[in-house]
């Protein structure tokens, strides 16, 4: 699927809230797309969604079935929940029996299936973002388009919409959403975007975004790998090391000595070569996060 040029204003002279967007969603893929507050991502969503035209340039591509989740539900429908997607399925081209069974499945997955029978204006926030959601996912959509459509979400429901994105992925088709919370699916979009300034421009690697905008990321937690030496049978710590060193019985020394890992190799043959014995070698990690740790440690083990 491709935007060309695409653009949109609201009314023939109000301002152009997006400008020549030019982007590819290939299949199997999901799209991240941040911003600031009314910088044009609901506009730009609704455009990909097709539920809005461009008032300039071109979108191809778009898969026949595509199901969008928009910021703010239209509740106020006469229906109860189950009827409401029985009913969007078969406009989604369902029969009815199928629509049924997956009006149920998805009722279920996101926790709501008690509500079922409930009508739509009577349903909590919450509960009525769980059918909003069920609605965009019936019918196996190979374009789906959620734009924050976790907010209300309680966790199991959010963790079943995570799910429900990447069995949309990997089943080869394209999702994209925006949401304010940076932890969302992060590091599993294949493409992030920032929109800013009429424009869409990919996120730099060491861009995140944050609540109402996008801000340098935290440099990379430092890491330091040390190696601490533990030697023996020297008397006096040879030139240029500096260590914790003891006496032992007969008048020979014991030494530790912890130096940065880049270091260790010429420590090492200092003290072989001044006649120390080396008894113990161990690595050392010191990180911000522990996660970092981990991974060096598994980095200076290899
Ligand atoms: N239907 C509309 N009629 C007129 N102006 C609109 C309409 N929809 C959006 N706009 C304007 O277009 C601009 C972009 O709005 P949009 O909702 O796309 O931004 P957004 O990035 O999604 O914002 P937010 O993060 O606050 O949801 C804003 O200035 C908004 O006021």
Redo the contacts with the bound molecule.
């Keep these: 699927m491709i935007l060309e040029g695409v653009g949109r204003r609201?009314?023939p002279r109000?301002p152009w809230?997006l400008r020549e967007v030019g982007l590819t969603l290939p299949a199997g893929t999901l799209t991240r797309f941040t911003?600031?507050?009314?910088?044009?991502?609901?506009?730009?969503l609704r455009l990909v969604a097709g539920v809005d035209a461009p008032g300039a340039g071109r979108i191809t591509g778009r898969p026949a079935r595509t199901a969008y989740v928009p910021?703010r539900f239209p509740a106020a429908l006469p229906l109860t929940a189950a009827d409401y997607l029985v009913h969007l399925g078969r406009i989604q081209g369902l029969g009815g029996r199928e629509a049924r069974a997956r009006a149920a499945e998805w009722l279920e997955r996101f926790g709501a299936a008690a509500h079922r029978d409930a009508p739509l204006a009577e349903l909590s926030k919450g509960t009525s973002q769980k059918v909003a959601v069920a609605q965009a996912l019936l019918a196996e959509p190979g374009l789906l388009v959620l734009d924050e459509a976790w907010t209300g979400l309680d966790t199991g429901a959010r963790a079943a919409l995570d799910r429900a994105v990447r069995e949309r992925v990997a089943a080869g088709g394209r999702v994209v959403f925006?949401d304010h919370d940076p932890r969302r699916l992060a590091g599993e979009a294949d493409a992030e975007y920032v929109?800013a300034e009429g424009g869409v421009r990919r996120a730099e690697p060491e861009c995140v975004v944050a609540e109402g905008g996008v801000r340098r990321a935290e440099p990379e937690a430092p890491v330091l790998a040390q190696v601490r030496v533990t030697a023996s049978g020297g008397v006096h710590p040879p030139p240029g090391i500096e260590g914790f060193a003891t006496e032992l019985p007969g008048g020979a020394g014991r030494l530790t000595v912890t130096v940065d890992a880049a270091r260790s190799d010429e420590v090492l043959r200092t003290l072989l070569d001044a006649g120390w014995h080396v008894e113990d070698l161990r690595t050392t990690v010191t990180a911000a996060r522990p996660e970092d740790a981990a991974r060096a440690t598994e980095g200076v083990r290899g």
């Excluded at 911003?35 to 730009?44: D, M, R, V």
């Design positions: 609201y009314g109000g809230v911003g600031g507050n009314g910088t044009g991502k609901s506009t730009l910021e925006v929109v």
